[in-house]
Each structure stands twice: as C-alpha cells, then as structure tokens.
C-alpha cells in the first residue's frame, strides 16, 4: 500500500476496534478484503480525514448523551465485568459510572489514581514492593517531584535492612506518580439500526430524582407502577431485596438502561448536570481518553 495512506490505515484500524468489527490490518499495512469496504469511509466528501472513528463509519455519537468516565486505569473498551475497580462504592447502583460534566470525571480520575499507588509497583510483589510503593506515596504526598521522591526512596530502601540495594535499584527506578485517565464517550443503543429506530436518551434511565409519577413516559411504561415513591427509593428497595445487581438486572430486563442522577454541583438547586449508572456495556462507545491538563 502506498505511503500516504498509511494515515488511512492507522484510522481504519482504530475504527475497526471501536466499533467491534475486528483486526482487519496485517503488520505490513495490507487491508483484507472484508475491511476494504470501509477504506473509503474514512475519507469526506471532499477527501479531508474523517475527525472520528464514528464519522468514518456515518454513526457517530449522538448529541443527547456524551459523557466523561474518570479511572486509574488505561484500556480500549468499557466492561462490567470490571465494575468496582474504580471508586467503588457503586452508592447509585450496579452499573458503568459516566458524568456530563468533564470536570466530574477529571475530580475521579485524581481520586482513585491516587489510591492505586504509583505506577510501576507490583501489586503481587512482597514486602519489599510493597513498602518501597508506600513510601514513595509518602515523599509524593509530602509535595516533592517524582525524580525527588525516588531519589529519597532509593535512599531510604538501599539502607533499609529487610530491602537492601539490590532490590532498591530494581523496584524504584520504575516508579511514577499514577496519572489515571479521563474518558470521553457516547451512550447509544448496540447498534446502529437500534440507534436510528429509537435513539438513546435521557428517557431511557430512572430518574434518581423525581417521582415514579414524574419519570419519563418510557420508563413509566417499563415500570408500570404509581407508587408514591423516586426513582431512587424505588431502586433502594430493589437493592435491599435482591442486591444491587440483581437489581440492575430486572430494570435492565424491563427496559431500562440505567440511571441517571444529579452530580454534586447540581444536587442544591435541583437542576444541572447528571451523572449516569449504565446497566450494559454494549451502549457505550469509547471515543478517547485523555489525561487533563
């Protein structure tokens, strides 16, 4: 393939992975028949690079749902099966946490990056990784740049008599202050016909908020009940009886697909931005991430 269409493959590899069609570019850069059909998406009418993977492929993400994911972690695609990796508490349900509000995520992001510990530890290390990680979260703690914090560690480790040199100068020099990532991405249905059929909005999720009577007329439907009652005492007394899976499992079951809640910002004056508890990890496409600035 010529060079200047190396550009095009690096696009049409990233869409092909986004949107779950598979590894379709070999090492030397050669498409294969079933991915050349898409070659040509990734160009515009008038032959400018299509800014996304989405635009590439005429689906791009729908305007009423785009939402920012906070995590310590890097990876390519959204998963329950990782639920609780993250913050943790799960307080608002069983679910994928996403935020409106970009800064939202960012203040995550910094929250549990901070309590995974640096990068380069070893989580199944022994003692000395373990207390080698601790005391370079002391010195960062303490306000000093990562090359001052190993410098110190390396010090304090090297004459540390369960450590030693050896294992210093193998541990520290791999130590960096954990970043985490920020995660943009588009809440749709699982694919495109679905999306155009009925696109996926704010009526689609229980209100945490308001009134089973004020919900939506979707989720009324889905819930057929008039208890005096929110979305998330509705949801409380779910989790209670069946645990807060098992009570994500029987709102996804009825048609819903999650929940939707004010942020702290918006919670005082009851209106603002929402965050998002999503049940099924086949509704999000992943779009970018990046570390805030």
Request: aromatic residues 8%; glycine residues 12%.
């Amino acid at each position: 393939m010529p060079d200047p269409f190396m550009g095009l493959v690096s696009g049409l590899q990233q869409a092909l992975e986004q949107y779950g069609v598979g590894t379709a570019i070999g090492a030397a850069g050669t498409v294969s028949p079933d991915a050349s059909q898409y070659l040509a998406n990734l160009l515009r009418a008038d032959n400018s690079p299509a800014a996304t993977a989405g635009e590439a492929f005429g689906v791009g993400p729908p305007a009423a749902i785009n939402v920012f994911h906070g995590s310590p972690h890097l990876f390519d695609r959204f998963s329950t099966e990782h639920i609780g990796s993250g913050e943790g508490s799960q307080a608002y349900g069983h679910g994928l946490y996403f935020a409106e509000n970009p800064e939202t995520a960012a203040a995550y992001q910094r929250l549990t990056a901070g309590k995974l510990g640096p990068e380069g530890a070893s989580p199944q290390g022994g003692f000395a990784d373990s207390a080698i990680a601790n005391m370079f979260m002391n010195r960062k703690a303490a306000g000093l740049s990562d090359d001052v914090a190993r410098q110190q560690t390396m010090d304090w480790a090297s004459r540390h008599p369960q450590i030693g040199p050896d294992a210093a100068q193998a541990i520290v020099p791999n130590l960096k202050t954990r970043t985490g990532n920020v995660y943009e991405a588009s809440l749709r249905q699982a694919t495109p016909e679905a999306e155009a059929a009925d696109p996926l909005g704010p009526q689609h999720f229980l209100d945490w908020d308001k009134l089973l009577s004020e919900q939506s007329p979707y989720v009324q439907s889905a819930l057929s009940s008039d208890t005096p009652m929110t979305g998330g005492q509705l949801h409380n007394e779910m989790a209670l009886a069946m645990g807060r899976e098992g009570a994500a499992q029987q709102l996804q079951n009825a048609g819903i697909a999650g929940i939707r809640y004010l942020d702290k910002g918006s919670r005082a004056s009851g209106e603002g931005t929402h965050n998002y508890v999503l049940f099924n990890d086949m509704l999000v496409n992943l779009l970018r991430h990046f570390v805030p600035q």
